[in-house]
Each structure stands twice: as structure tokens, then as C-alpha cells.
């Protein structure tokens, strides 16, 4: 009598570029450029790839992603506001009209434009309403997180941008404490990720994917983190 080999199926993984406060037109332009190379070297069967341009390049960005329809589009941040007098704001129903997802919550807006739990949670609703699946940011298991939320990234403040990833194991931990309070499906992780620790979160039984800021802005190193997850 032999084993039968009971084969696991591929869990999917998210694999998000957050660009923050860089590039312009011609900086996008170059990024894409090679990105369209690179992207015949690697497969993201399985992979949610997500792009999060600044609000000035989300229509650039859709219209060079025409012929590459696998990879996705989100916003780093929404307004709190539906629509209306709010100079400088830019809606989830405008948003919508280039992407499927958005960046709710990431901590450098909690701390630098005060945004609250109850903002976030009027970000949360609006998201839904206009058909954007939101990213919400979360620093610790401890967060709130508003109803909704399907996927969450698990971004400790001292990882970001340090060079000093949170451990595998750690950041497991508070992933699987994460889906076990809030019956989240999906938790990501996000903090000083770069391609050569990449696969040591992404292959953790409670981690569906990273969340990447400084090394998404160089292609080289974004495509070596996809092909490494
Ligand atoms: P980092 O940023 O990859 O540069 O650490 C992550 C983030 O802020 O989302």
C-alpha cells in the first residue's frame, strides 16, 4: 500500500508596488518600459501583481497596462469625502475609473495627515461603494479594522524603509492573529522587503503576499521580488 500524495493547491499571493511621493511621466514611462521586458521572464500565475502610482500617473500607468492585463492597478490613498468642495481631494468614484484597488490606512498617513480610525472607516465604505478592494494598513495585530476588509497588510513602523524586516516568524504570527480576530482572508507583509527575503515571508502558512515601497521603485528589484515569491 503507498501514500497518496495529497498535492496543496498554490495559494495566491499579492505582490504590491507602493511608489509613495515618486515618479513623474517620464520616470513612469522608463519603469513600464523594462517592467514589459521583464514581465516575459516571469510568470505571476498565482500572483496578484498590483502597481500603486501616484494619483498623477494612474491614467498613464492604465493606458501602458493595456497590454498587460494580468498585472493590476491601485491608489496609495481615497478621500474621505464622496465628492463636493473638498479642494485637493481626490475620490474613490475617480479612482475608479483606473483602478480595481486602493491603499487604505498606511501608516506614514496615519502619522503625517492624521487620518483616524473613524476617517478610515469613511475611506473603508466609499472604497466598497465605488468597487475598489481595499488595502488596509495595519501596524500591529492590535489595529482596528474597519467591517469589509478582505485584505490587510501587516506594516510594523520600525520596517519601513529601514532595512530591518520584521522576521518571518514574527510576522506570521501577527498575520495568523490578524485572520483569527477579524476573519480577514488575506494578510500581507510589509516592511523592507527586497527580493532576497522575499520568499522567506510569502512561503509562511499565514502570509498571502508583500507590500513594497522602496525597492518597487527600481524594476530590476521588483521583478526579482515577484520571480522570488
Ligand atoms: P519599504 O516600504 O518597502 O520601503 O519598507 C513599505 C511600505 O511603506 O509600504
Same mark, same amino acid.
Given at each position: 500500500?503507498?501514500?497518496?500524495?495529497?498535492?496543496?493547491?498554490?495559494?495566491?499571493?499579492?505582490?504590491?508596488?507602493?511608489?509613495?511621493?515618486?515618479?513623474?511621466?517620464?520616470?513612469?514611462?522608463?519603469?513600464?518600459?523594462?517592467?514589459?521586458?521583464?514581465?516575459?521572464?516571469?510568470?505571476?500565475?498565482?500572483?496578484?501583481?498590483?502597481?500603486?502610482?501616484?494619483?498623477?500617473?494612474?491614467?498613464?500607468?492604465?493606458? +501602458?497596462?493595456?497590454?498587460?492585463?494580468?498585472?493590476?492597478?491601485?491608489?496609495?490613498?481615497?478621500?474621505?469625502?464622496?465628492?463636493?468642495? /473638498?479642494?485637493?481631494?481626490?475620490?474613490?468614484?475617480?479612482?475608479?475609473?483606473?483602478?480595481? /484597488?486602493?491603499?487604505?490606512?498606511?501608516?506614514?498617513?496615519?502619522?503625517?495627515?492624521?487620518?483616524?480610525?473613524?476617517?478610515?472607516?469613511?475611506?473603508?465604505?466609499?472604497?466598497?461603494?465605488?468597487?475598489?478592494?481595499?488595502?488596509?494598513? $495595519?501596524?500591529?495585530?492590535?489595529?482596528?479594522?474597519?467591517?469589509?476588509?478582505?485584505?490587510?497588510? /501587516?506594516?510594523?513602523?520600525?520596517?519601513?524603509?529601514?532595512?530591518?524586516?520584521?522576521?518571518?516568524?514574527?510576522?506570521?504570527?501577527?498575520?495568523?492573529?490578524?485572520?483569527?480576530?477579524?476573519?480577514?482572508?488575506?494578510?500581507? +507583509?510589509?516592511?523592507?522587503?527586497?527580493?532576497?527575503?522575499?520568499?522567506?515571508?510569502?512561503?509562511?502558512?499565514?502570509?498571502?503576499?508583500?507590500? $513594497?515601497?522602496?525597492?518597487?521603485?527600481?524594476?530590476?528589484?521588483?521583478?526579482?521580488?515577484?520571480?522570488?515569491?
Amino acid at each position: 500500500m503507498g501514500f497518496a500524495i495529497i498535492k496543496q493547491p498554490m495559494k495566491k499571493l499579492f505582490i504590491i508596488a507602493n511608489w509613495k511621493s515618486h515618479k513623474n511621466a517620464e520616470e513612469t514611462k522608463e519603469w513600464m518600459e523594462k517592467f514589459t521586458v521583464h514581465s516575459s521572464q516571469f510568470s505571476v500565475d498565482h500572483k496578484e501583481v498590483i502597481i500603486c502610482p501616484p494619483f498623477t500617473m494612474l491614467s498613464l500607468l492604465k493606458s +501602458y497596462l493595456l497590454n498587460l492585463k494580468s498585472i493590476k492597478i491601485g491608489s496609495q490613498n481615497i478621500s474621505p469625502f464622496e465628492e463636493g468642495a /473638498y479642494t485637493g481631494e481626490i475620490t474613490a468614484k475617480q479612482v475608479a475609473d483606473f483602478a480595481e /484597488y486602493a491603499i487604505i490606512g498606511h501608516s506614514e498617513r496615519r502619522t503625517n495627515f492624521f487620518e483616524d480610525e473613524e476617517m478610515l472607516s469613511k475611506k473603508i465604505v466609499l472604497a466598497l461603494a465605488n468597487k475598489l478592494t481595499p488595502i488596509f494598513c $495595519v501596524q500591529s495585530a492590535q489595529t482596528a479594522i474597519p467591517q469589509g476588509v478582505s485584505v490587510v497588510a /501587516y506594516e510594523p513602523v520600525f520596517a519601513i524603509g529601514s532595512g530591518h524586516a520584521d522576521t518571518p516568524e514574527s510576522a506570521d504570527k501577527v498575520a495568523a492573529e490578524i485572520k483569527e480576530k477579524n476573519k480577514i482572508p488575506f494578510v500581507l +507583509y510589509g516592511g523592507s522587503v527586497e527580493g532576497k527575503n522575499v520568499n522567506s515571508f510569502t512561503q509562511m502558512a499565514h502570509i498571502d503576499g508583500v507590500l $513594497v515601497g522602496g525597492a518597487s521603485l527600481d524594476v530590476e528589484k521588483f521583478a526579482e521580488i515577484i520571480k522570488n515569491a
